[in-house]
């Protein structure tokens, strides 16, 4: 059973930064590609950054330009940097591992963790 531990979520002011941290085992580091992605209230899911097995990266349209997606294999630890943050970004945060296999996909998610933007 895959496990997505994440953390560094809470509360902060607009314009202001936050650092979030995805953490798993190393198998899961060297087969997955890895994400974040986002739920506001009301709304569905979507994509914020994702940086595949081989390093590259995709954001989507909100973080360009403001976030940073990063994986580092040998601390099994991926981490989302975000900047200059605005309310819009308020939601849970929630770390995404995927396996495309020939046959299969095998996709796991994190429990989430909040993130507050508010004055």
């Known amino acids: 059973q895959v496990q997505l531990v994440e953390s560094g979520g809470g509360l902060v002011q607009p314009g202001g930064s936050l650092k979030l941290s995805c953490s798993s085992s190393r198998s899961v580091f060297r087969n997955y590609d890895l994400g974040w992605y986002r739920q506001a209230p009301g709304k569905q899911r979507e994509l914020v950054a994702t940086i595949d097995t081989d390093g590259s990266r995709r954001f989507g349209e909100t973080a360009k330009g403001r976030f940073t997606i990063s994986r580092d294999n040998a601390k099994s630890t991926m981490v989302l940097e975000m900047t200059n943050l605005k309310p819009e970004d308020t939601g849970v945060y929630y770390c995404?591992?995927?396996?495309?296999?020939?046959?299969?996909?095998?996709?796991?998610w994190g429990q989430g963790t909040q993130v507050t933007v508010s004055s």
């Open positions: 995404n591992a995927m396996w495309r296999r020939v046959s299969d996909t095998y996709e796991y």
